[in-house]
């Protein structure tokens, strides 16, 4: 098992990878920001999915989750219908048109990849992705699930010096 330093150099590490995010936000087109290109994402992995597993699946409320879904739909991205099983339910599903501006947005995300990681080997690239499915797949697909709480970080005692 790693030490705490190890785990305190992941944190920092975690902390600088926002920059890395925000640039990827930053090609994304702006009539689709960052949440809606998430729900695309999650539809276009899964395919049809109730609107309340996409906010699950996203760790957000269904409020915030509805705004998303409400922006994709009224650009032809998606579609929502009722759910056969619960009709106060709403399954969502990509349009053809919704499926065109996804495969944009992971051209794009691709071409920056590309480009900041030109000078990586197949082999450092591949093992990237590695590390980085075994991470998600550590933190489980759905971060809704309860996890055990962590143990306490260590801490040395100290006892009060005399006089």
């Known amino acids: 098992m790693a030490g705490t330093a190890q785990y305190e150099e992941l944190v920092r590490q975690f902390s600088a990878f926002g920059a890395v995010k925000r640039e990827m936000n930053r090609i994304m087109p702006a ?15 899964y395919g049809d999915l109730r609107m309340s597993r996409v906010a699950e699946l996203l760790s957000v409320d269904l409020s915030v989750t509805s705004r ?28 053809p048109a919704g499926r065109i501006r996804l495969d944009e947005l992971f051209r ?8 900041r990681l ?11 992705a590695q590390l980085m499915a075994r991470l998600r797949d ?7 699930v309860p996890r055990p709480a962590p143990p306490p970080p260590e801490q040395t005692t100290r006892t009060p010096a005399s006089t």
């Open 108 to 115: 794009r995300t691709t071409r920056l990849l590309a480009e």
């Open 138 to 144: 550590s933190f489980g697909e759905c971060r809704t």
């Open 118 to 128: 030109g000078d990586w080997s197949d082999e450092e690239v591949g093992h990237l």
């Open 31 to 45: 009539d689709c920001p960052s949440g809606s290109a998430s729900v695309l994402t999650l539809l276009g992995r």
């Open 68 to 95: 998303h879904v409400a922006h994709l739909a009224e650009r032809g991205w998606i579609e929502r219908s009722p759910d056969p099983a619960d009709k106060r339910s709403r399954i969502l599903r990509l349009t």
